[in-house]
């Protein structure tokens, strides 16, 4: 391909892309292909002659794109949003530009500075302490491909800073500590490496959320019975219920503890920290007093698009030394200087895509009100659809109190008077079912302490009450259907 045909082609690319954006909420939220669609579509092996890029772009069209879920569709309410914008999208194409792999300083000094410097900003526009700037030197903020690398990372760290602390452990003595509500991103740390991982029960009265003496109370059970926690993984905005652990009490519990660190994984919810109002209620001053790390995936609801994942440490160091390995061919007179970040020491990877400049683009194109009118509206949107809940008690019930723009809902047992909860679930989870045979809409479901419920989360940018109304109906209409059908 020359110049000339890869203009063309990216002319034909971006006219593309205009027109699924600005027709996706006329198309179903999810594909209609059955498994294995695509494999029967294309051939079994690589053409053995290049072909042309023409037909290439129209299979893509024709093939691929059926098979596609519109995660930016507005009525797409399932896991947690994807809220990549176009914005983020052209920060993406100019960083082809660099096409670089950015592990050292030295590799590419626009892609390590434009980090350092896009890290500090969202660190201020979320309204992160000081101690996590990269301007101090000390602190600093790195991004990575996800939550889960991110919680990866702040694990090895804190394994790596204990086991200094304490070289006669035994490494099979140590423990990760994490809530019945944590992402399981906890759990596959604890598979990868080795570990157990010890999971605190959480209680319905405390909405999920962990409390400082439940805390107390593990650590002195579990140590006096020879284990060695290592570190606590606290969640502000949990997955199935947005529950937000007691950072405040955890923090200060942890203060009698100070060899176990505190990763805070705010992966979802950490986008709404950019609007001073939330601050308190997402224990974001107990974040900037306790915690040694925290996440926000700008992926989820930040407005940028997949993978874009910020970890800010309050000591770069426990990063560093646990995950500098130096081969003489990554040797450099910078790195060695000590003067500049060389971000491979700050994440699993080696080669890293240039995510900042995505991440510069929106933050500069939205300014930080922009991003505070994004987040406040799907609140908004969350909120008339939790209101639509309550007014119709007799069908439906909210099984926890909403969560920011999450809902968390299921068929109320007054509207199956003298069922047990077994049958209760067993409702629910046809009703999920139900609801799940549309295209036109997309939830998610969990369970929430046995209980089966389902989940209705905004933060599409596109998503306006009217969807919301919309939506409302049908998992209105479909709960009086699912129950007639049970009754029967
Ligand atoms: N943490 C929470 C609270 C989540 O809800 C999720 C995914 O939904 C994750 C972490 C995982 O994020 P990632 O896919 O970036 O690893």
Redesign the pocket.
């Known amino acids: 391909m020359d110049i000339e045909q890869f203009r063309k082609a990216g002319y034909q690319a971006i006219d593309r892309i205009c027109d699924h954006y600005s027709s996706v909420q006329d198309r179903p939220v999810r594909p209609s292909v059955k498994p294995g669609y695509l494999r029967n579509a294309l051939p079994s092996a690589p053409p053995i002659k290049g072909e042309d890029i023409e037909d290439i772009a129209n299979d893509f069209q024709d093939l691929i794109m059926p098979g596609v879920m519109h995660w930016q569709h507005p009525s797409f309410f399932a ?2 949003p994807a809220a990549g914008t176009l914005e983020s999208i052209i920060g993406d194409l100019y960083a082809a530009t660099a096409m670089n792999p950015g592990f050292n300083w030295m590799c590419s000094p626009a892609c390590t500075e434009l980090e350092n410097v896009t890290m500090d900003w969202s660190a201020k526009l979320y309204g992160l302490s000081e101690d996590f700037l990269n301007s101090t030197n000390v602190g600093g903020g790195v991004i990575q491909t ?4 991110g919680a990866m990372v702040a694990i090895v760290a804190a394994r790596s800073r204990y086991q200094a602390l304490y070289p006669e452990v035994p490494t099979e003595k140590l423990v990760i500590y994490v809530t019945t509500q944590t ?1 399981s ?1 906890g759990l596959k740390a604890g598979l990868v490496l080795g570990l157990p991982v010890y999971a605190f029960p959480v209680r319905v009265e405390d909405n999920y959320s962990l409390r400082g003496e439940d805390l107390r109370e593990m650590i002195e059970m579990d140590r006096a019975d020879g284990k060695h926690p290592f570190i606590l993984i606290g ?1 502000v ?3 199935s219920s947005g529950a937000i652990d007691n950072i405040d009490e955890i923090g200060e519990t942890l203060l009698d503890y100070p060899d176990i660190r505190l990763h805070v ?1 705010a ?2 919810l950490g986008a709404a920290f950019s609007c001073p109002e939330y601050r308190e209620r997402c224990r974001v001053p107990a974040i900037n007093k306790y915690a040694d790390s925290v996440c926000v ?1 700008f ?2 609801w930040g407005l940028v698009s997949l ?1 874009c ?1 910020g970890l800010w440490v309050r000591d770069r160091e426990h990063l560093t030394r646990a995950l500098d390995i130096t081969p003489p061919f990554l040797r450099n007179p910078d790195g060695e200087s000590g003067t500049v970040v060389d971000y491979r020491n700050w994440s699993l990877a080696l080669g890293r895509r240039f995510r900042s400049a995505k991440l510069w683009f929106v933050l500069r194109s939205f300014g930080v009100e922009g991003y505070q009118a994004h987040i406040r509206k799907s609140i908004r949107l969350g909120e008339i659809f939790a209101e639509r809940v309550r007014q119709h008690p007799e069908t439906l019930e909210l099984v926890t109190s909403p969560s920011f723009s999450l809902s968390v809902f299921r068929i109320a047992p007054s509207a199956v008077p003298g069922v047990s909860e077994d049958e209760l679930n067993e409702l629910n989870e046809r009703y999920y079912q139900n609801i799940n045979k549309r295209k036109d809409i997309m939830l998610t479901q969990t369970k929430l302490n046995g209980t089966h419920c389902i989940r209705f989360v905004t933060g599409a940018q596109n998503t306006e009450p009217h969807h919301i109304e919309t939506a409302f109906r049908i998992c209105f209409e479909t709960a009086v259907a699912s129950i007639k059908e049970f009754m029967e």
């Not at 996800?146 to 690398?149: H, Q």
């Open positions: 896991y947690f996800n939550a889960s690398d992402h991103l969640t905005g949990t997955t994984d992966a979802w995936n992926h989820k993978d994942s």
